[in-house]
């Protein structure tokens, strides 16, 4: 039960734009040979997570796409990250979860299943009473995503999700994990936010599925971790530097490395529009998250964004507008 003051909390929490890196953050590479190491960062885009004090306080009641209704055990909860997260905080009856995204979220590549977590995780702490840092809401996500639901998935999100900003985040082989907020002024960010352009290609899929495939093959593709772990080490000193044609090179090397691990990864539709968008102005772009669909995140200096606009939309690729957010995970609603 939730102290008789608090009735409904609400948290925020962004979901994540990664440079370089993504798949080093794997336990099959940073366990046997990390550390691994890549940057990312929040954006001003996330997902709302509402915990309510329920009238019956005998049941629990989930909404997210569907609803969930009058659950009388945390077990009969379908919502697995959730119901591990009430589980894990010591939540099992007399409330109402209700999520609301501002982004197209299931497999679209930008961490939305960690960033639920991480927002279930501040909102249930914080309607029962605790006040947690971004350290035990990203590592309490990862124990439930990775660890009690067995996900496969890296740790990036977790920890993007929870802190913000933009960092170099690296995880040795034990598991332990720096983050390490890039030396970028407010004006500097705001100049680095007018090259962005994301785009949605309007294909969701199961990254769980990539990431098994990934793991498999992992052994087989040493040469390329490798080497993505050192074009994240690069595109972080290269942003601090604001060097877009250095950061554009990084992010096209990292991509054409990471299609190699997987044959899920990327399609000729991807290659076609990644393709398209260079020969209009693009310094440089990757997909987001697993690979197979989701969004394509271009860097694009500014007087060349309706060039890409233009040459992306006949291929029914729809733009969305995205800066990078300084703040993690918050409760922004607090009654």
């Known amino acids: 039960m939730a102290p008789a003051s608090v009735k409904a909390v609400v948290s925020k929490t962004p979901f994540r734009l990664t440079f370089a890196g993504g798949g080093t953050d794997l336990p099959g590479y ?5 550390p691994g190491a890549c940057v990312a960062g929040a954006m001003d885009k996330g997902i709302y997570v509402m915990v309510v004090q329920n009238f019956n306080e005998e049941e629990i009641r989930v909404s997210y796409r569907v609803t969930e209704d009058a659950k009388r055990s945390i077990d009969e909860i ?8 009430m589980r894990l905080v010591g939540i099992r009856s007399g409330v109402q979860v209700i999520t609301a995204t501002q982004m197209p979220s299931r497999g679209t590549g930008i961490g939305s299943s960690s960033s639920c977590t991480v927002g ?14 971004p350290r035990q809401l990203a590592r309490e996500a990862v124990k439930v995503e990775r660890e009690i639901l067995r996900e496969a998935g890296g740790i990036q999100d977790q920890y993007i999700a929870a802190y913000g900003g933009l960092d170099l985040i690296t995880v040795d082989r034990d598991g332990s994990v720096s ?8 004006d500097a960010l705001e100049d680095l936010n007018r090259h962005l352009l994301l785009f949605f290609t309007g294909i969701e899929r199961r990254s769980a599925e990539i990431h098994s495939d990934q793991m498999s093959q992992m052994e087989s593709h040493l040469d390329e971790y490798n080497r993505m772990k050192q074009l994240a080490v690069g595109t972080a000193r290269a942003l601090e530097k604001l060097d877009y044609e250095e950061v554009g090179r990084l992010m096209d090397e990292n991509w054409a490395l990471k299609k190699r691990l997987s044959q899920g990864i990327s399609t000729p539709f991807i290659d076609q529009a990644h393709a398209a968008a260079q020969a209009n102005g ?3 772009g990757k997909l987001l998250g697993a690979g197979g ?24 690729l729809s733009h969305k507008a995205v800066r990078l957010e300084i703040e993690g995970s918050q409760i922004v609603h607090e009654e």
């Open 78 to 85: 379908e919502h697995a990250s959730i119901r591990e997260s």
């Open 120 to 133: 279930a995780l501040n909102a249930l702490h914080t309607w029962k009473g605790d006040r947690v840092g």
């Open 282 to 284: 693009a310094l440089g």
């Open 179 to 186: 983050v390490q907020s890039l030396n970028i002024d407010h």
């Open 30 to 34: 940073y366990e046997s040979h990390g």
């Open 293 to 316: 669909g989701g969004f394509l995140f271009f860097l694009v200096p500014p007087d060349r964004h309706a060039d890409v606009k233009r040459a992306l939309e006949p291929l029914g």
